[in-house]
């Protein structure tokens, strides 16, 4: 083979450039490839979709808590679980009593698991967030931790709303301290309401995950990058009783599979 000359050298080297390549030592390279099942979800109140639907994504998952009951991961898992987020902890006094029982028995069936907080909005930001951290181990999780911000208005101590300079400032504190202690970028769950009231566009350094049970994320929330998109709060998943919530991912499964590694690395 001739060698190449310094001109078609660098004319190579920016075209792969122009097509996205990756050097031979990134990371996604070499990283195990896991397997996607395909959703055999259905819905107890289905909703007729305009444009985009759920399941135009191809990687879903769900989001649940000790209220959900007992869950058999490895049915779950092959009837298109790819990813659980599981409620941990909520303000800075209570601990979701399924969470180390689900993480383990999740992780154990190939699911990749996450945590998320339930933000108390009547406590300090800092003391949920060392709550937070206190209970879930860096090697409890493998996709990355969770700040649950929204409103509660059925809460008996804390149900009204607080100005948006506080609620920013508690987020990116909360978000701050997770970061630090995870080595890994939060994820930001949110509902419409809480998002625009609150314009948490504004807040940096996190990946969304957005609440939109009747639209797709791009008409709810238009303009916000989204990584989760939370569609349905009444699927039915094989081996999981009764009504839990769906989620899908963003991209496609060859970014599954990107997204994955480089959040579990």
């Not at 896991?34 to 989001?63: C, K, Q």
């Not at 181990?137 to 101590?157: F, G, K």
């Not at 769950?189 to 609150?198: A, G, I, K, M």
Request: charged content about 20%; overall charge neutral.
């Amino acid at each position: 083979m001739r060698p190449m000359s310094r001109l078609a050298l660098s004319a190579l080297l920016l075209a792969l450039a122009a097509c996205g390549a990756r050097p031979s030592d990134d990371r996604t390279a070499d990283a195990p490839r896991v397997s996607i099942t395909s959703a055999n979800f259905t819905d107890a109140h289905p909703v007729e979709w305009s444009g985009t639907a759920p399941l135009d994504h191809p990687v879903h998952g769900v989001d649940m808590s000790v209220w959900n009951g007992a869950v058999d991961w490895p049915q779950a898992r092959a009837n298109g679980v790819n990813f659980a987020f599981l409620k941990a902890t909520e303000g800075g006094d209570r601990v979701d009593g399924a969470f180390d029982t689900n993480r383990r028995a999740a992780a154990a069936a190939g699911v990749p698991v996450g945590a998320y907080h339930f933000f108390y909005h009547c406590r300090a930001a800092s003391e949920q967030a060392a709550w937070f951290i206190r209970h879930v181990p860096r090697n409890a999780i493998s996709l990355p931790p969770v700040l649950d911000m929204e409103w509660n208005h059925q809460s008996p101590t804390c149900p009204g709303k607080r100005p948006k300079a506080e609620v920013q400032a508690d987020a990116r504190t909360f978000v701050s301290a997770l970061t630090r202690h995870y080595g890994k970028r939060p994820i930001l769950y949110t509902t419409v309401d809480f998002y625009e009231e609150n314009q948490l566009w504004e807040i940096s350094g996190v990946e969304f995950w957005l609440r939109s049970v009747k639209e797709h994320p791009s008409d709810r929330y238009p303009g916000q990058h989204w990584t989760f998109w939370q569609y349905s709060g009444t699927g039915l998943v094989p081996g999981i009783d009764g009504k839990v919530d769906l989620n899908t991912f963003a991209g496609s499964r060859a970014q599954w599979q990107a997204w994955l590694a480089n959040a579990t690395g």
